[in-house]
């Protein structure tokens, strides 16, 4: 069941409220980039959760799916292997960036900004690292983690893909691949860390922070330090 809403900018924002298979939803969102290119669709954010599932990047390396338990889909993002299943909020974002800016770094940083955001509201400091995509925090000891995936694809300057954020994830899930390639750190949830968001509370927060998001985003053709002063 999808609740169906509007976010600032009338972009559409749907909510399903069970796990999506990532076939599926691959499917409809390579529909809806296509739609939006053409000026037949509204602009989506889509909030949803997926049954296990890795998927790989197109920088995805075999040596780094070390037991495929779950079903492995090519996902035609950039990155390279990333778990998704239930307890983490996915979300994708299909935007026009002709409207705005067509930046694609930009866009990334952006998003990064989003999540970052997103996680203060749950006592969770987040952070870029260089060189590691993602985004990152200090766990129970003091290590830093992985608490954000990030991957895009953009098509006729429409953008696919998007993000993850592990809320309360099963953590073992992700050891049967490295998880974008990056074996030295662990990943970690906003549960691990001894919050307790519900998934309706992280919405909550990320359309609370949305309207940032986009008046970033809207700012990005003019550098990275601009993307970052709009807020």
Same mark, same amino acid.
């Given at each position: 069941?999808?609740?169906?809403?509007?976010?600032?900018?009338?972009?559409?924002?749907?909510?399903?409220?069970?796990?999506?298979?990532?076939?599926? &939803?691959?499917?409809?969102?390579?529909?809806?980039?296509?739609?939006?290119? #053409?000026?037949?669709?509204?602009?989506?954010?889509?909030?949803?959760? =997926?049954?296990?599932?890795?998927? #790989?990047?197109?920088?995805?390396?075999?040596?780094?799916?070390?037991?495929?338990?779950?079903?492995?889909?090519?996902?035609?993002?950039?990155?390279?292997?990333?778990? /998704?299943?239930?307890?983490?909020?996915?979300?994708?974002?299909?935007?026009?960036?002709?409207?705005?800016?067509?930046?694609?770094?930009?866009?990334? =940083?952006?998003?990064?900004?989003?999540?970052?955001?997103?996680?203060?509201?749950?006592?969770?400091?987040?952070?870029?690292?260089?060189?590691?995509?993602?985004?990152?925090?200090?766990?129970?000891?003091?290590?830093?983690?992985?608490?954000? #995936?990030?991957?895009?694809?953009?098509?006729?300057? $429409?953008?696919? =893909?998007?993000?993850?954020?592990? $809320?309360?994830?099963?953590?073992? /899930?992700?050891? *049967?691949?490295?998880?974008?390639?990056?074996?030295?750190?662990?990943?970690?949830?906003?549960?691990?860390?001894? *919050?307790?968001?519900?998934?309706?509370?992280?919405?909550?927060?990320?359309?609370?922070?949305?309207? &940032?998001?986009?008046?970033?985003?809207?700012?990005?053709?003019?550098?990275?330090?601009?993307?970052? &002063? #709009?807020?």
């Amino acid at each position: 069941m999808n609740t169906i809403q509007t976010l600032p900018g009338d972009i559409e924002l749907r909510i399903s409220s069970e796990p999506v298979p990532y076939r599926e &939803a691959l499917a409809e969102m390579t529909e809806r980039n296509a739609a939006i290119a #053409a000026g037949e669709a509204r602009e989506l954010i889509w909030f949803l959760e =997926h049954p296990p599932v890795y998927t #790989a990047g197109t920088s995805a390396a075999v040596s780094d799916l070390l037991d495929p338990r779950f079903e492995v889909v090519e996902a035609g993002r950039g990155g390279r292997y990333t778990y /998704h299943g239930p307890g983490q909020r996915v979300v994708y974002v299909l935007l026009d960036l002709r409207k705005r800016a067509r930046d694609a770094r930009g866009f990334v =940083h952006a998003l990064e900004g989003w999540v970052i955001d997103t996680l203060t509201d749950f006592g969770v400091e987040g952070f870029r690292s260089e060189g590691r995509i993602g985004i990152w925090t200090d766990d129970r000891d003091g290590r830093e983690a992985k608490i954000g #995936a990030l991957g895009i694809r953009v098509r006729r300057w $429409v953008t696919l =893909h998007g993000f993850s954020i592990n $809320v309360d994830p099963d953590l073992s /899930h992700f050891a *049967g691949i490295v998880p974008c390639g990056i074996s030295d750190y662990p990943v970690t949830s906003i549960a691990a860390l001894g *919050g307790n968001a519900s998934m309706a509370a992280l919405d909550g927060a990320l359309k609370s922070h949305f309207p &940032a998001f986009l008046s970033r985003l809207s700012r990005c053709g003019s550098g990275l330090e601009q993307c970052e &002063a #709009a807020r």
